[in-house]
């Protein structure tokens, strides 16, 4: 039975020198809606769903409302991901007052994701830990990741059973080793992504590794099997960066200059568990706004909700783009980051009340 | 056929042209490539265990078979011995087929056997089962830097986490399939 009082106390003292953390390098902390008209359109993610009602209220004329824009009835959706919210602040511009911008942000906040679950890393329910920078790529954000961690674990002294544990702290020496998927395939495999880059390819390829490969139906759905059969299982204990994903899996990366059929995306592991995606933004609405649509298409495929595309966000975007300021975000896994630092196997562990 | 969502432990399925128990079974739907089924999977033919990580929606063909309840006898070192209860028929396992059961068994214990084409390859035993702490330490009040447990060793001779005030002699209820405490018995 865990301790409630002693699991309180470590969560706020943890998520307090995550805070320190960021703001002394003059980031400003942001809070975003939880609650939003359109959420990020990843094919993959099943959002909770919920409606604003609108019939008991008067009619609302812009008097009423104060003039501002007034709340529609209509769906609402929890997020799933602070992202897109934080990006319409990254890219804020305000005509009449140019110090009325931001350089770097960062936010602690739930998100929920409906349906995920299975295991001992998953509830619909997290903490998710975001952070973004402006003139900035994926590169700078891996240094931070392993600032972060590392000042965590010199900070952090819990006097509980949820103490730093000796296995966590050897993590320290850094910089950790950062390694494509195009290098893994091939070390795990023998098996390039670059020269198996259509379908029927890569399923031969799959077919080789003798894996059950018949329910997929495009690449990515290969590429998954592989990694989860073949890679994720043989990933080292100590801290390591995946770098570079396909394009397709990457809808609001920045593609690498050199080798556009990957991304600047990557994902921190350690101990086997995935802590955090990360990438240098795209800023390019046009081209954003094609990828969306394809998602778009992609999601009625899979039978899940279409969501409108959030202008606003293109919007912000435009104004990077304008400018020709680069960016870069990281969503971070709070649960999973303290299940690792003080070495618990299990994300209820270090929840309250589980879901 | 079974849809690989559906897979579960305990069921017998085909896979590359051999029965395999699924010894474990782990559904997770991670928000990213569409959800999977990680299993660990014992081939009975050979006691070997490999992991595979099924894509949801994998089809896998499963095989037919019988439950029946028998009871363990005796380990003669090597080997679990146990009956049938209505044939009276005796069959033995060795230690790597039993896998974690072991930690439970005690003589007379019931459980069950799974039988393919006739012939008994596996046991079962209850999920939450009954017994008397052997041995643990006495619990000292408001010590509570260890999460409030301790250990004691049960009938069986496992070793399972408890609260400190469980006594030696009481009986209480364990959870073999995580081998934890669930209550006093």
Redesign the interface.
Known sequence: MKNHLHLAIARAEFEQQIRNFFKKRDFVEVQTPIMVKTPGMEPHLNVFETKFYDKNCPRRTPAATGGGKSAEGGPRYLNHSPELQMKKLLGHKNPFDKTDHFEKIFQITKVFRNGEIGGPLHSPEFTMLEWYRKNADYKTLMTDCENLITTLQTTLNFKSEFSMQPAARTLQQSPWPRISTQELFQKHTGTSLLKNRTYKQLKKAAKKLDLPIKSCKTWDDIFFTIFLNKIEPNLPKTPIFITDYPASQAALARLKSNEPFFAERFELYINGIELCNAFSELTDPKEQRKRLIKEQRQRKKMGKTVFPIDEDFLKALKNLHTSKTTAAGCAFGLDRLLMVLINKQNIEDVLFFPL | MASTTTITKGLVILY?NNPWLVADA???????????T?TRLKNLKTDQLI??????????ETLETLRKKCQYLYNDGANYHFMDNESYEQFDFSKSIIADAKNYLIDGTECYALYIEGKPVSIQIPPKMTFTVMQTTPGVKGD??????KEATIESGAVIKV?LFIKEGEKIIVNTEEGTYVSKG
């Open positions: 590359k782990q559904f997770v739907n991670p928000g990213k490539g569409g959800a999977f990680r992991e595979i990580t099924f894509r949801s929606g994998e089809a896998v509570t830097a260890t999460g409030g447990s609260p």
